[in-house]
């Protein structure tokens, strides 16, 4: 065993040094054990999505992400709710303006509506968006402009017009 090897010391200290690598490197990272079967996850840009297949499901996913606030503003992570594109616009714009009115101080969030072929990412003007695109659907990005920070009726009538524009 040479002597930069780490080979037979221990994982405990193999571990601690490979953590204060992440830190200096400022590498985002779950450390063991918050997901269970893995040592860790590292990732320039993590995400937090949440799947549901209905448009009153948002709500549900609203309250999951809220009771992990803390970790992603932590680790900075990225957040999205994602729903199959709904055949009537306008049924989704309450759910969504909560989405990003709970949300209102926190600018790493997007939504998407999937389709088969298809995925429209509404995001506020004021965020770049995340670096994740997809090869084999098609990809529309829509930015919505927020009045002080909030969804409002005005974003919303814009909104479902960009959506309509698109679809």
């Known amino acids: 065993m040479s002597k930069s090897s780490f080979e037979g010391l221990g994982e405990p200290y193999f571990d601690d040094w490979f953590r204060r690598v992440l830190i200096k490197e400022n590498i985002k990272y779950l450390p063991p054990g918050t997901i269970r079967?893995?040592?860790?996850?590292i990732s320039d840009e993590i995400i937090v999505l949440e799947l549901e297949d209905t448009i009153l499901e948002i709500y549900n996913a609203i309250r999951q992400?809220?009771?992990?606030?803390?970790i992603i503003r932590n680790l900075e992570l990225g957040v999205v709710i994602?729903?199959?594109?709904?055949?009537?616009?306008?049924?989704?714009?309450v759910p969504l303006a909560k989405?990003?009115?709970e949300l209102a101080d926190y600018q790493r969030k997007e939504f998407w509506l999937l389709s088969q072929n298809m995925i429209?990412?509404?995001?506020a003007e004021t965020f770049m968006g995340f670096k994740l695109h997809f090869k084999t659907l098609s990809e529309n990005i829509i930015r919505i402009k927020l009045y002080d920070g909030f969804f409002t009726k005005e974003t919303a009538e814009e909104l479902e017009q960009k959506i309509r524009s698109v679809v």
């Open 82 to 93: 994602a729903i199959p594109a709904p055949s009537r616009i306008e049924s989704m714009l």
């Open 37 to 41: 079967g893995l040592d860790y996850i």
């Open 99 to 101: 989405y990003f009115n």
């Open 120 to 123: 429209i990412r509404i995001l």
């Open 65 to 70: 992400i809220l009771s992990i606030m803390p």
